[in-house]
């Protein structure tokens, strides 16, 4: 866990399911951000060159990956989240995945 000497429980979770639940969590608020939000990073006009050189080239991956990226990581975190709190990785989790995925692919790129 992240911290020491108290355990955390959070829906009857602990440890490294927990851990597993709280990233996951993360990811798809990240995923919904790059998918339906139009995700931009701000660059300050006085940056140093290396640091508006990485703001820039952030931008600029966010304006092509953004999307494919937001529709692979959303149906995977989103399962991850739900595995962990059904206690595990069922069968039909992975067809669910596979057909958000679709269906979330096909949505933002017509």
């Known amino acids: ?3 020491t000497g108290e355990v955390i429980s959070v829906a009857g979770m602990e440890g490294d ?6 990233m996951s ?3 798809v608020a990240v995923s919904i951000w790059m998918l339906f939000l139009n995700p931009r ?3 300050p006009r006085g940056a140093p060159g290396v640091v508006r050189f990485l703001l820039e080239f ?3 991956w ?3 990956w953004a999307t494919p990226a937001g529709c692979f990581f959303l149906p995977i975190s989103f399962v991850l989240v739900l595995a962990c709190l059904e206690g595990g990785l069922a069968f039909w989790h992975w067809p669910v995945a596979v057909a ?3 269906a979330l692919l096909v949505w933002r790129l017509r």
């Open 1 to 3: 866990m992240f911290f």
């Open 41 to 43: 990073v701000p660059v």
């Open 100 to 102: 958000m995925f679709a």
């Open 62 to 64: 966010l304006l092509i």
């Open 17 to 22: 399911r927990l851990q597993l639940f709280l």
């Open 25 to 27: 969590l993360g990811v």
């Open 58 to 60: 952030t931008n600029d």
